[in-house]
């Protein structure tokens, strides 16, 4: 990104959910840890250029830790001989409210960095923040803009959902991925203007691709409600237009915005206890009397030490007459859980191991069954935006409280359906995979999963709008039906978002799913079958 083109500021995020239970665990073995070290590593490669060429480096790098970090920028920063003005951001860490979890982190907005950007840092670190706030933060700074300046502060808030992920916005996860060289994606970029419109594009050369499809992905990612809320402001998704100006630049416009809610969001990790997993493989015939095997087996010898939780999966991955082992196999998983390190460790990896030469024909496991590890838990609280001392500490040392919102929005009052096209007429269909048509991306937010699908026509889209409906989402990802599924729908985009509550239990730390995050959620939904209008193939 240094080294490619003109860049006014280098954006790093680097605190998903995840990364701040590893940084807690971090910080239980050294109270002088918390922060993400590899920032320190890249900085120390790229400090003096980013120095020479003026360019700002924003990142939320800090973690639990913003101040110490910001020691160790200096550090380095004296070591290599390299002029530069730190400031961090704090006043996230919530921990004293909430004494039974790991990590408490509000997420707060980008006001702090904007006071830190006009106050002449050259790096500016932060703890928990929301992704955007590292991009409504400069851009504030840039065009100065005031707290109540809703509609710029919600289009940098897009440019920054845009951004947050990297290369999701330049093929990379991209569902139409096929045909363009995404082997090496270049890094996204945004051209922000003061009205708070702005060009998604990339450095000349670099591979990948930007187009509007890119760019509705990265939209739809991680994302529910078409107002989405922010410290800053709420963002309506469903006013966003994209255009597409050339090659690998397209038009963010018209983006509205709304004063935010009167409440921060909480990260709250815990530990949860202990886990361990075990995959046993079925080769050939009987499969399904193989696992049954195993599994009363295991129940036997775990007997009175059985673990609080267990869960079996059989993954049929097995063809008949496979040509291969590996394809004439299936895999049977066994995830454990228990507030006792001792109950998934040698129990249950002992039971595995000792049955190797008494159970099903062929009988052999991926992996030698470990100890166990600990796992945590995600969960998410708000509290008064006005009770949390969001801080930008200045270069110089100068602590400046940054200022309440001016006004607030409660999100209940939010709620509105977007409008549907006139249906598609009626004619032949063919049953073939929903991808043919639709483009997904998909993804978690603590136990939910969010999914995104989206369509390239007019005529798809008023195709898509009317057939894929709560029900029909259900019916296509049986694991779901039980669930509540909320629909939402944005014209703009050709789109419709879909959150299933609680299909990913406590979070992706507890893994308590085959695909732990839903990453591949969309992808499995687009390879279903459905009836589509033969005019859209």
């Known amino acids: 990104m240094l ?72 550090e380095l920063a004296a070591r290599v001989g390299v002029p530069v003005r730190v400031a961090h951001v704090e006043g996230d860490d919530l921990a004293a409210r909430f004494p ?142 994209l255009t597409q100006e050339g090659p690998d630049r397209v038009r963010i416009s018209g983006v509205r915005g709304e004063a935010p809610p009167p409440t921060l969001k909480v990260g709250l990790n815990s530990l949860g206890g202990w886990r361990n997993e075990v ?40 063809r008949p007459d496979g040509n291969t082992e590996e394809r004439a196999s299936a895999c049977l998983r066994l995830v454990v859980r228990d507030s006792d390190p001792d109950k998934v460790g040698r129990a249950v990896s002992g039971a595995a191991i000792e049955l190797a030469l008494g159970s099903y024909p062929g009988f052999h496991v991926t992996a030698p069954p470990g100890k166990g590890a600990p796992y945590g838990v995600f969960a998410a609280e708000y509290v008064d935006a006005a009770g949390v001392p969001h801080t930008a500490v200045l270069p110089d040392g100068e602590r400046i409280a940054v200022p309440d919102p001016v006004r607030t929005r409660r999100p209940e009052a939010l709620q509105a359906p977007g409008a549907l096209p006139d249906p598609l007429p009626e004619g032949p269909r063919t049953t073939a995979p929903l991808g043919l048509v639709a483009g997904a991306r998909s993804g978690d937010k603590g136990g939910d999963a969010n999914v995104g699908v989206w369509v390239r026509s007019d005529e798809a889209w008023r195709w898509l709008a009317h057939e894929l409906t709560v029900d029909r989402f259900r019916a296509l990802l049986p694991e779901t039906a039980e669930l509540p599924v909320q629909r939402h729908v944005l014209p703009n985009l050709r789109a419709v978002n879909f959150t299933v509550e609680g299909l990913l239990g406590e979070g992706v730390a507890a893994r308590a799913r085959f695909d732990p995050q839903a990453k591949a959620l969309g992808e499995w939904l687009r390879s279903r079958y459905v009836d589509i209008p033969e005019v859209l193939l």
Not at 124 to 151: C, I, K, N, S
Not at 186 to 210: N, Q
Not at 213 to 224: H, M, N, S
């Open 279 to 318: 995959v046993f493989v079925l080769t050939g015939l009987d499969i399904e009397a193989k696992a049954r095997l195993v599994r009363e087996q295991l129940d036997d010898a775990l007997g009175k030490h059985r673990p609080a939780e267990v869960t079996w999966e059989l993954a049929r991955t097995e």
């Open 100 to 241: 039974g979890a790991l990590t408490a982190n509000a997420y707060l907005g980008g006001a702090g960095i904007a006071e830190c950007l006009r106050a002449g840092a050259d790096i500016v670190v932060t703890g928990r923040v929301t992704d955007a706030a590292l991009v409504t933060g400069p851009a504030a700074a840039h065009f100065g803009w005031g707290p109540e300046e809703y509609d710029r502060l919600a289009g940098a808030v897009v440019a920054g959902h845009v951004l947050e992920c990297g290369t999701q916005a330049t093929g990379g996860n991209y569902a139409f991925f096929d045909g363009h060289d995404v082997r090496r994606p270049g890094f996204p970029l945004a051209e922000i203007h003061d009205d708070g419109s702005c060009v998604i594009t990339k450095h000349e050369g670099t591979g990948g691709l930007v187009d509007i499809g890119t760019v509705t992905a990265q939209l739809l990612y991680e994302t529910g409600d078409v107002r989405y809320l922010g410290p800053d402001v709420t963002a309506r998704l469903d006013s966003v237009r």
């Open 3 to 74: 080294t490619g083109g003109p860049l006014d500021v280098l954006t790093g995020d680097y605190l998903a959910e995840l990364t701040m239970l590893i940084l807690g665990r971090d910080r239980l073995k050294d109270p002088g840890l918390g922060y993400a070290r590899t920032f320190l590593k890249q900085l120390e490669q790229t400090l003096h250029l980013a120095h020479e060429r003026g360019v700002k480096i924003v990142a939320n790098a800090g973690g639990l830790n913003p101040a110490g970090l910001a020691d160790a920028v200096r």
